[in-house]
């Protein structure tokens, strides 16, 4: 790839505001930004506010298809997730690609240059292998590359239909059998990618209810043999929370770590109901938490304390999840918003943190630690935010953090470089043509 240079009018450099930042860049990575600095007269100009390429740590990309379709009625987190497995009956590696590739291109649109893809969705009806075991996986990484995203696959062991339980008919799709099987399978897939710099193959556990406590230290020990990335769903919902405490003894949260599944590798998506106990037990470990308040406003899930989190130690990133929106600009203020609402207090987040969150922490959780900063060395991954548009006009550069956090949309995302390749510009997909039209036509089969 060749050399490129970039003049960002503003820039978020080392945690702050930048003006007249030249980005220069060489084989997908960046080699220089110097601020104030004259440019040549080639560089591309980029107007507007130019952050680190955004991260979406905790991504079900068939959920897309429930997107205004569950969100009337009445309900519970339980309910839902019936209409979730309707959707599940009709994807085969062709529809997931297809509707996959929509989703990332959705995804690219909203300034998100890697995505954490939490898969399950392993087998044919009726738990029956495809011809590859791994059509599945193949067919997401293939999407996101469609797309020209980054992908951290994390290949999902799930074994069981809750505690003691065993799957019910549309839950066979997901399991393996055991986690040895899990581990031989994701072995293969780990090994179609071996050296591939634009995907990751990780692992995760669905959750303490889906693999039963005598396998998650398999799961656990296979992630450190791949020194991959390990997530898990924990206590997102309060039932989960009692049926562990009543067949263990423990919480979800001591429950992995007896069997060694916590640690800085480790991504716990929502941790929306926790003790101080749990909490300190995941700071400790330096284990990360996937916040996803989109979604977990939509499931009427609760609001984690994510503060209490970080501070405890626990790097916090973000999900889109089950895709009610797909808007990283929202996740990230609603994390400051929610503990405003639960707590009647404000200024709980620096907002230079949530945007970290956003972007660099959620890279790192997902197996790369080189994306996610404007700075030398760092891969060339970021986006342009216009500041331009109604919602954005009168941005105070100096503000132009808190006015991105707290007022943008991912319709103000311009350009979109990842690892040095143009994939958005000017708010046009240059890989995906006519990305609504393909997504929509994607969604719409499903339910043919
Ligand atoms: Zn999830």
């Not at 799709?173 to 990618?193: N, Q």
């Not at 450190?224 to 924990?234: D, F, G, I, R, Y």
């Not at 995906?432 to 997504?439: G, I, Q, T």
Request: proline content about 4%.
């Amino acid at each position: 790839m060749t050399a490129a240079a970039y003049l960002a009018e503003h820039a978020f450099v080392d945690g702050a505001v930048a003006s007249d930042v030249l980005i220069e860049t060489d084989d997908g990575a960046i080699t220089a930004v110097t601020a104030g600095a004259p440019a040549p007269a080639d560089a591309v100009r980029l107007p507007g506010f130019t952050v680190p390429g955004l991260a979406n740590a905790h991504s079900h990309a068939f959920h897309r298809a429930l997107r205004g379709r569950t969100q009337a009625g009445k309900g519970t987190f339980w309910t839902w997730r019936e209409q979730m497995y309707a959707a599940v009956s009709s994807l085969d590696p062709d529809s997931y690609r297809e509707l996959a590739t929509g989703v990332f291109a959705e995804m690219a649109l909203a300034g998100i240059t890697n995505v954490g893809e939490f898969h399950y969705v392993h087998h044919a009806p009726g738990g029956r292998p495809y011809a590859d075991p791994n059509a599945m996986g193949h067919a997401l990484i293939e999407a996101a590359r469609a797309a020209g995203i980054r992908i951290t696959l994390l290949d999902t062991c799930y074994l069981a239909g809750g505690i003691r339980t065993p799957v019910n008919e549309t839950q066979q799709r997901f399991a393996d059998g055991d986690a040895d099987a899990w581990a031989e399978r994701v072995e293969t897939l780990r090994g179609a990618y071996a050296g591939a710099r634009d995907v990751v193959v990780g692992t995760a556990i669905h959750s303490v209810r889906a693999v039963p406590v005598d396998q998650i230290s398999t799961v656990a020990k296979a992630a450190e043999q791949w020194s991959a990335p390990l997530h898990v769903h924990l206590s997102e919902q309060r039932a989960e929370n009692d049926a562990c405490l009543a067949a263990y003894h423990r919480t979800p949260a001591q429950l992995l770590e007896q069997h060694g599944a916590l640690g800085p590798r480790t991504g716990a998506v929502h941790a929306t109901h926790l003790s101080q106990v749990d909490i300190d037990i995941l700071g400790e470990a330096h284990t990360s938490v996937c916040m996803c308040p989109t979604t977990e406003r939509d499931l009427a899930d609760g609001i984690g304390a994510a503060r209490s989190m970080f501070e405890a130690g626990s790097p916090v990133t973000l999900g889109s999840d089950s895709h009610a929106v797909i808007d990283l600009f929202e996740e990230a203020r609603a994390v400051e918003l929610d503990e405003r609402l639960s707590t009647e207090r404000r200024g709980h987040w620096p907002t230079a943190d949530l945007l970290r969150a956003a972007t660099a922490a959620g890279h790192a959780a997902l197996g790369r630690a080189n994306v996610g900063a404007l700075a030398p060395g760092r891969a060339a991954d970021f986006a342009v935010v216009g500041l331009d548009s109604v919602r954005l006009a009168g941005t105070d550069p100096r503000g132009a953090v808190e006015s991105v956090v707290y007022a943008a949309t991912a319709a103000d995302v311009r350009h979109v470089v990842v690892g040095g390749r143009v994939v958005v510009w000017e708010g046009v997909h240059r890989l995906v043509d006519d990305a609504p039209r393909r997504l929509g036509a994607a969604v719409r089969a499903l339910y043919r």
